[in-house]
C-alpha cells in the first residue's frame, strides 16, 4: 500500500497535470450539456429557427456550415466571423448563413429565461450542426461552452485555397490540431453549397488532366450560363457520401477536392467513404467536433455577445 507521503506527492502530480490540461486546451471547459441549468431547451429553439431559415432558402444550410469552418479555422470558434468589419466585407461567405445565425440568436434570446446568456460561438456549433442534420446528415452532439471573442478577423483571415495540394491542406490542417483523415472527412461537406466559376473554371478545357472530359464539357456550358456549380452535382442539398464517388469518377469541383483522390496518399479514405457512408458520418462528426474546439475563449478573454455583429 501507498504510504501518506506517497499518495500527497501523487495528488500534487494529479492537481499540476490538471492544471497544465485546463490551461493549455480552453476547450476543457466545453460539454454538452453546458447550458443545462440556464437554457434547457437551447437545442430545440436553435433546432426550430434553423429549420425555419433552411425552409425559406436552398443556401442557409451549406453557408451556415462553411460560416462555422471559416469561424474555427480563423483565430479560433468565438464568432469573430460574424463582426461586422467597417472597412465592408471583402470575402465570399453568403448572407444566408450570417442571417441563420442572427435569427437563432433572436429566437434563443426571445426566452427570457436564456436573454444574453447563450454565446453568439455556440449558437453556430449548434446551427451547423443542424443544418447537416436537417439536410440528411448525421445527428453528432455538439460540445457548448464558448466564449464570444471581442475582435474581428479581417486581418487575420488565412484559409485554404482551391488550388491547394495534399501538402497544403494538411499543412493548414495540422495548424488546427487536425489531421489528413479529419480534413477529407471534412471537405465531405462539399456534398452541400456550390462554388462560383471563378474558383474552378481555370481546371476546364483540359487544364487539369484530374478533370472528368464529360465533367470539363458541362462545367464549360454551366459557367456559359450561370457564375457557380454545385459541389455535388446530383445531390446538393443533401448531406451524404455522394461527393466522394463523385471524387472517384473526376467530377470533383475544386482542385483541392479532386486532389484528395490524385493523391494516393489520400485516396484510399476517398474510396473508403465512397463505400460507406456510414464511417463518413462517423468521421465527419469526430472531426466538427475536434474543430469546435479550435481556439476556444473563455470568460477571461472573452464575452457572451448580446448581438452577434458587435463586441458588447
Ligand atoms: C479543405 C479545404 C477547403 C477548401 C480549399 C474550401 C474551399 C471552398 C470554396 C472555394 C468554396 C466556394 C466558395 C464560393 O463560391 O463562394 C467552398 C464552399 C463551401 N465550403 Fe469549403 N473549403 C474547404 C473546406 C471546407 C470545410 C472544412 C467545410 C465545412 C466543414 C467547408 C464547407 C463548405 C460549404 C458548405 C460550401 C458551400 C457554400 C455555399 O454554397 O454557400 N469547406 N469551399
Do not use: W
Not at 497544465?20 to 440556464?38: E, H, K, M, N, T
Not at 433552411?54 to 462553411?66: E, G, Q, V
Not at 484510399?268 to 463505400?275: E, H, I, R
Amino acid at each position: 500500500m501507498a504510504n501518506l507521503g506517497e499518495l500527497a506527492s501523487l495528488a500534487a502530480i494529479v492537481v499540476l497535470a490538471e492544471v497544465a490540461i485546463l490551461s493549455s486546451f480552453a476547450a476543457a471547459q466545453l460539454r454538452p450539456d453546458y447550458y443545462a441549468g440556464v437554457c434547457p431547451d437551447l437545442e430545440g429553439i436553435v433546432r426550430d429557427s434553423v429549420k425555419r431559415s433552411m425552409a425559406k432558402s436552398p443556401i442557409s444550410a451549406p453557408a451556415t456550415l462553411r460560416l462555422f469552418f471559416h469561424d474555427c479555422a480563423v483565430m479560433g470558434c468565438d464568432a469573430s466571423v460574424m463582426i461586422v468589419s467597417p472597412t465592408g466585407d471583402d470575402y465570399s461567405l453568403k448572407p444566408e448563413g450570417f442571417q441563420t445565425i442572427l435569427d437563432a440568436k433572436a429566437a434563443v434570446d426571445s426566452d427570457p429565461q436564456c436573454r444574453y446568456k447563450v454565446s453568439c460561438a455556440d449558437i453556430i456549433a449548434l446551427a451547423a450542426r443542424e443544418s447537416v442534420f436537417q439536410s440528411g446528415g448525421p445527428n453528432y452532439t455538439v460540445e457548448l461552452g464558448r466564449y464570444d471573442g471581442k475582435i474581428s478577423t479581417t486581418n487575420n483571415v488565412t484559409l485554404p485555397h482551391g488550388d491547394d495540394n495534399l501538402d497544403s491542406l494538411n499543412a493548414f490542417f495540422s495548424t488546427l490540431g487536425l489531421s489528413q483523415t479529419d480534413m477529407i472527412a471534412l471537405s465531405g461537406a462539399h456534398t452541400l453549397g456550390a462554388a462560383d466559376c471563378s474558383f474552378f473554371q481555370h481546371r476546364t478545357r483540359g487544364k487539369d488532366p484530374s478533370m472528368n472530359p464529360s465533367f470539363d464539357a458541362q462545367l464549360q456550358g454551366t459557367c456559359s450560363k450561370q457564375n457557380f456549380a454545385f459541389l455535388d452535382e446530383v445531390t446538393p442539398v443533401g448531406f451524404d457520401n455522394l461527393y466522394f464517388q463523385h471524387l472517384q469518377n473526376g467530377r470533383g469541383l475544386l482542385g483541392s477536392d479532386q486532389v484528395l483522390y490524385t493523391d494516393e496518399r489520400s485516396r484510399g479514405t476517398v474510396d473508403y467513404y465512397a463505400s460507406n457512408q456510414g464511417i463518413f458520418f462517423y468521421d465527419f462528426s469526430v472531426a466538427m467536433t475536434k474543430l469546435g474546439r479550435v481556439g476556444v475563449k473563455t470568460a477571461a478573454d472573452g464575452e457572451i455577445r448580446r448581438d452577434c455583429r458587435y463586441p458588447n
